[in-house]
Antibody
Framework: QLQLQESGPGLVKPSETLSLTCTVS??????????WGWIRQPPGKELEWIGS????????YKPSSLKSRVTISVDTSKNQFSLKVTYVTAADTAVYYC???????????WGQGTLVTVSS | EIVLTQSPGTLSLSPGDRATLSCRAS???????LAWYQQKPGQAPRLLIY???TRATGIPDRFSGTGSGTDFTLTISRLEPEDFAVYYC?????????FGQGTKLEIK
């Protein structure tokens, strides 16, 4: 079965860029069964889908003010996909999960999550 | 964007009880793209139910999902101690995903 692992800085300064990478093992990111997505959860709050990417590079983002600051990309040669969020504020502090999203809409596999804190 | 509203916010029950969790959508969810997840403190969510009523691999049959249109329900027939957690519903439509705000199932 698939395993996903997030990596990246746990502390980002306000107005800077948050960058995370998800490494997929146990299967190819180029398979057609999944979209690859990022979901975040502020401390004590609910889950929020940020966006997804297909192995072809097609991207889908949550229709919100966040969309203008987010870029998700895929690197099939490394079996990885990445998230960038620009101009972060304290409101972007959250546990960030990478995940595999089945074409029928459910999130089948999750990374363990990584806490990113925005603070000076 | 479809908004999912879960109720109740907190449900206090005892082991052996039956739990009924509700998820209401702001618009009709088409194609049965409705899923449920369980999340325990410090852990990633775990997929329980997808396609409204199909249990994910390894999920015990005390978990069941029903519903259509805008109203969906997760039922846990007989609560085990390990079932006390937060539960989220989630929908997919028009290349966008949304989650409910969660129901916390706590021990009475």
């Amino acid at each position: 079965q698939l395993q996903l692992q997030e990596s990246g800085p746990g502390l980002v300064k306000p107005s800077e860029t948050l960058s995370l990478t998800c490494t997929v093992s146990g299967g190819s990111i180029s398979g057609s069964s999944y979209y690859w997505g990022w979901i975040r959860q502020p401390p004590g709050k609910e889950l929020e889908w940020i966006g997804s990417v297909y192995y072809s590079g097609s991207t889908y983002y949550k229709p919100s003010s966040l969309k203008s600051r987010v870029t998700i990309s895929v690197d099939t040669s490394k079996n990885q996909f990445s998230l960038k969020v620009t101009y972060v504020t304290a409101a972007d502090t959250a546990v960030y999960y990478c995940a595999s999203l089945v074409v029928t809409g459910e999130v089948e596999y999750w990374g363990q999550g990584t806490l990113v804190t925005v603070s000076s | 964007e479809i908004v999912l509203t879960q109720s109740p916010g907190t449900l206090s029950l005892s082991p052996g009880d039956r739990a009924t969790l509700s998820c209401r959508a702001s618009q009709t969810i088409t194609s049965y793209y409705l899923a449920w997840y369980q999340q325990k403190p410090g852990q990633a969510p775990r997929l329980l139910i997808y396609g409204v009523s199909t249990r994910a691999t390894g999920i015990p049959d005390r978990f069941s999902g029903t519903g259509s249109g805008t109203d969906f329900t997760l039922t846990i027939s007989r609560l085990e101690p390990e079932d006390f957690a937060v539960y989220y519903c989630q929908q997919y439509g028009s290349s966008s995903y949304t989650f409910g705000q969660g129901t916390k199932l706590e021990i009475k």
